[in-house]
């Protein structure tokens, strides 16, 4: 079942330094019906997710995805900050990276990562992917 059928569409937050991984994993969950709002860095995330207030999340999204290595903050890091933020304790944080190295996978996944997805994604399964990914992190 398509995004699209669905009452309310997903809202996802994807955080990658590779702008044209962002618009293509973007076109590829927007065609499916989700309201994506894309971040090119960590810090842009920290400021979409109103991170540096203890308060009220900035926005209800339904699932974050973040790309593992990138610069400066690295998803890692904005995994730790999303969970140590009160308002997102339960949210989704899927971590995806084209990495092969076990040891920054599983230091994504214990810093709160509900899931991981490896790049490259195909295409045809992208959005069915992250759906059953949100469903499983959510029980």
Do not use: W
């Amino acid at each position: 079942m398509a995004l699209s059928a669905r009452a309310t569409p997903m809202k996802i937050l994807l955080v990658d330094d590779d702008e044209l991984f962002l618009e293509f994993a973007a076109a590829m969950l927007s065609a499916d019906g989700a309201a994506v709002e894309t971040c090119a860095s960590a810090a842009e995330a920290i400021t979409a997710l109103n991170l540096d207030d203890e308060g009220k999340p900035a926005r209800d999204f339904d699932a974050v995805l973040i790309d593992i290595v990138m610069p400066e903050v690295s998803g890692t890091e904005l995994c730790s900050l999303i969970r140590g933020h009160a308002g997102y304790s339960a949210l989704p944080v899927l971590m995806i990276s084209a990495t092969r190295d076990m040891s920054l996978i599983d230091q994504a996944l214990t810093a709160g990562g509900s899931s991981y997805i490896q790049k490259p994604i195909q295409a045809a399964t992208f959005a069915d992917e992250i759906r059953q990914k949100i469903a499983a992190a959510r029980g």
